[in-house]
T-cell receptor, first 114, second 116 residues
Framework: GEDVEQSLFLSVREGDSSVINCTYT??????LYWYKQEPGAGLQLLTY?????DMKQDQRLTVLLNKKDKHLSLRIADTQTGDSAIYFC??????????????FGAGTRLAVHP | DGGITQSPKYLFRKEGQNVTLSCEQN?????MYWYRQDPGQGLRLIYY???????QKGDIAEGYSVSREKKESFPLTVTSAQKNPTAFYLC???????????????FGPGTRLTVL
């Protein structure tokens, strides 16, 4: 299909790990991204992974990429209340003229409770 | 500070009026984009520009217009032809459009447009 798919909602307890999953569509995507959006704000680039990597770790964030299944996940260790936000995954999709369009999922709302 | 600014943060418009949303960047990026975000949905691309004096329609360009007279600026006009303009509008920029990591897009804080 055409859509990048994410589950819409995730609730975790403070201090636990959060895992946000994404299924993308284009096997030729060169980069896959995770963006974070806090209420009423723009999107903040959180992390990214190049398509020839399986895993990328950046402090509390771990990105796993399964190219065979076109599955991307973002793990947040020791989740804090400040992590409460909407998380978007995005894939690059080539279109005519050498341009790479970003295709976004609908976003996963992460709620962190004490 | 380098970044992308959008103004105003909130905008109210009467039906039938055109309105222009501002987007400015001082990142020296070549490419700029406009997206629309509706509740519970991902971002949808309205227009993009690879270079000054050039822009292309995205997926939902009807009822919108843009200009790119300066590298730093990419204003979006929401015209009266846009049937459902109430939404959150996000501007983004990337170093260039030629592929690779330079596609990475950086976003402004957004403008919330409400049609009364």
């Amino acid at each position: 299909g055409e859509d990048v798919e994410q589950s819409l909602f995730l609730s975790v307890r403070e201090g636990d790990s959060s895992v946000i999953n994404c299924t993308y569509t284009d096997s030729s995507s060169t980069y896959l991204y995770w963006y974070k959006q806090e209420p009423g704000a723009g999107l903040q680039l959180l992390t990214y992974i190049f398509s020839n990597m399986d895993m990328k770790q950046d402090q509390r964030l771990t990105v796993l990429l399964n190219k065979k299944d076109k599955h991307l996940s973002l793990r947040i260790a020791d989740t804090q209340t400040g992590d409460s936000a909407i998380y978007f995954c995005a894939e690059t999709r080539p279109v005519s003229g050498g341009y790479n369009k970003l295709i976004f999922g609908a976003g996963t709302r992460l709620a962190v409770h004490p | 500070d380098g970044g992308i600014t959008q103004s105003p943060k909130y905008l109210f418009r009467k039906e039938g009026q055109n309105v222009t949303l501002s987007c400015e960047q001082n990142l020296n990026h070549d490419a700029m984009y406009w997206y629309r975000q509706d509740p519970g949905q991902g971002l949808r691309l309205i227009y993009y520009s690879q270079i000054v004096n050039d822009f292309q329609k995205g997926d939902i360009a009807e009822g919108y217009s843009v200009s790119r007279e300066k590298k730093e600026s990419f204003p979006l006009t929401v015209t009266s032809a846009q049937k459902n303009p109430t939404a959150f509008y996000l501007c983004a920029s990337s170093p260039r459009l030629a592929g690779g990591f330079t596609d990475t897009q950086y976003f402004g804080p957004g403008t919330r447009l409400t049609v009364l």
